[in-house]
């Protein structure tokens, strides 16, 4: 099953999931432990926590692209981008926790009142591909669920939803095929499901385990109870 086949309803239900799964990490670290590093390399847990929050103003934007037809990208570039969040990152921790939490509520405000013409409506994710705004309930999926790991506060991919992590791994797999790397892999998920990234490669390599410890691996997040390849690097992902 992929996230894009169930209704609309549920895949924005996955979108608040991982959000208050997010929050949950989040709550659990004290304000003086949002100064170590998170799990990217180069950040504190105080710069994942503005981009997460960034991301949801960001996918506002696109929203409100979507509702009126008058084009606001999710960022005016990538340095702007970086820029605010290493200055998000100075914020106090009750303002970066603020602007979690409520740029969440916005986003979720937003999707409850966009109107039903607007899901179609295509307008331009940040790598600049174009989508119907209905995409952005994957969009802010992926990151909740995996910045909750990222934060380095216990969360793990175990605890994501099945239709997340097969999504993810299509996703991750995707990218991959299209920028010809992993020539030669193959993913053995669960024991049974065996994914080879480029087609007209024999497998020569096998990286195996449950589902939630391939996807980490994939997403490069490290090798964790995986049965076999766990001394193999991921080829990049983004
Ligand atoms: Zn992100």
């Known amino acids: 099953m992929a996230f ?3 209704d609309l309803t549920q895949r924005l239900d996955l979108a608040r999931e991982g959000t208050a799964y997010f929050a949950q ?8 432990e949002l100064d170590a ?4 390399e180069g950040w504190t847990r105080r710069h994942l926590v503005a981009h997460v929050g960034y991301n949801a103003a960001a996918l506002c934007r696109i929203l409100d692209w979507a509702a009126t037809g008058i084009e606001t990208p999710m960022y005016a570039s ?3 981008r970086g820029r605010e969040i290493d200055e998000g990152a100075t914020l106090s921790a009750g303002t970066l926790r603020n602007l979690f939490t409520h740029t969440a509520a916005r986003l979720d405000e937003k999707w409850r009142h966009l109107p039903d013409t607007a899901w179609s409506a295509e307008v331009r994710t940040a790598q600049g591909r174009l989508v119907p705004a209905a995409e952005t309930a994957w969009m802010r999926s992926r990151e909740v669920w995996i910045h909750a790991v990222d934060l380095g506060g216990g969360g793990g991919f175990e605890d994501f939803p099945d ?3 097969d999504s993810l791994l299509d996703d991750i797999v995707g990218m991959w095929r299209r920028k010809g790397e992993g020539a030669g892999l193959a993913l053995e998920v669960g024991g049974q499901r065996l994914v080879v990234v480029q087609d007209d490669a024999p497998p ?6 449950p589902l939630a410890s391939v996807v980490r691996w994939a997403s490069g ?4 109870g995986l049965t076999a390849g766990a001394d193999r690097l991921p080829p990049r992902w983004l």
């Open 163 to 165: 239709v997340v992590l």
């Open 204 to 209: 020569t390599a096998v990286v195996a385990g």
């Open 37 to 40: 590093p998170c799990l990217l």
């Open 78 to 80: 990538m340095e702007q």
């Open 25 to 32: 990490r989040l709550a659990a670290l004290s304000d003086r």
């Open 221 to 224: 997040r490290g090798a964790v």
């Open 4 to 6: 894009n086949d169930l």
